[in-house]
C-alpha cells in the first residue's frame, strides 16, 4: 500500500532532501504534491486524495500550527517537520500522529512512517464494518460499502461499481440508496452519480477522478459542495 503523501515545507532544499529520504528509507511513501504555503496546500487537498502530510512549521509568513484552523478534523494523517524542538509540545496537543526534528533522523522518520500505516489499517477496519443490506437482481445481498467506489443511477434501478471492477444491480433508485450509505464517506455529485470519497483521486473541472481514472461528472451547482465536503 503506498501512501499518497503532501509535503508543505518552504525551502526547496528541505523538501527535495526529505524526497530523497523518503525514496531511500520509506519507500511506501508516494510524493504526490509539494506545497509552500497553507493555501496553497488547501488548495491542493481539495483536488487530491492525500493520506499523509509532512508538515513544516516556519513556513515563511505562515505557522504551520495553523493547518489545522483550515482541516480541525483532517481525514488524512499529519506529520510535523521542524529544526526548532521547542514545538514539540504544541504540536502533539493537535491531532497530528508525529513529530520530525530536522535534520531528520532515518529511525525517526522509520517510526512516523509506521504510525502512518497503522492508523490507516485502523482506519480501514472501522470502515470494512459497514455493511449494508441491499435487494439485487439475485435476491438480497450484505455488501460491503468501504469497497463500494461508486454508484450510477439507471432509473429505478442503481448500478453498484466496487474496488475489484466488478459490479451489481440494485432493484432500487439513486434517493433511496444516498439516505443509508454512510455519509462521512458517500456523496451525490449529480443527478445521477454516487462516489465514494475515499476512492477520489481528484478533481479535473466538472469531473472526479477516481483512483482507477474513472471520470465522473460532476454537476456544476455540486462543485462547491463537494470541496467543502473534501475539506
Do not use: W
Not at 29 to 53: C, H, M, P, R, Y
Not at 155 to 182: M, P, Q, R
Not at 209 to 227: A, M, Q, Y
Amino acid at each position: 500500500m503506498k501512501i499518497k503523501t503532501l509535503i508543505i515545507e518552504d525551502e526547496e532544499d528541505g523538501r527535495i532532501a526529505l524526497e530523497k529520504t523518503c525514496a531511500l528509507y520509506a519507500p511506501k511513501i508516494n510524493i504526490i504534491g509539494g506545497e509552500k504555503s497553507l493555501q496553497e496546500a488547501a488548495n491542493f487537498i481539495t483536488k487530491n486524495k492525500v493520506d499523509l502530510v509532512f508538515l513544516d512549521i516556519h513556513l515563511g509568513g505562515d505557522n504551520g500550527m495553523d493547518f489545522f484552523k483550515i482541516f480541525p478534523d483532517p481525514d488524512f494523517q499529519v506529520v510535523f517537520t521542524t529544526a526548532y524542538s521547542e514545538y514539540a509540545v504544541e504540536a502533539f496537543r493537535t491531532k497530528a500522529i508525529d513529530y520530525l526534528l530536522k535534520p531528520i533522523d532515518i529511525d525517526d522518520l522509520q517510526r512516523a512512517v509506521k504510525n502512518v500505516e497503522n492508523a490507516m489499517d485502523e482506519n480501514k477496519a472501522d470502515a470494512q464494518n459497514d455493511k449494508i443490506l441491499v435487494h439485487t437482481n439475485r435476491g438480497y445481498d450484505i455488501i460491503n460499502a468501504s469497497k463500494l467506489i461508486r454508484c450510477e443511477a439507471n432509473g429505478s434501478y442503481t448500478t453498484l461499481y466496487f474496488d475489484n471492477s466488478s459490479k451489481t444491480v440494485l432493484a432500487k433508485n439513486l434517493k433511496a440508496l444516498e439516505e443509508i450509505l454512510n455519509k462521512n464517506c458517500f456523496i451525490r455529485i449529480h443527478r445521477s452519480h454516487i462516489i465514494n470519497v475515499n476512492y477520489l483521486s481528484r478533481i479535473d473541472g466538472n469531473n472526479a477522478i477516481l483512483e482507477n481514472e474513472t471520470s465522473v461528472p460532476i454537476s456544476s451547482k455540486k462543485v462547491d459542495e463537494l470541496i467543502r465536503f473534501l475539506s
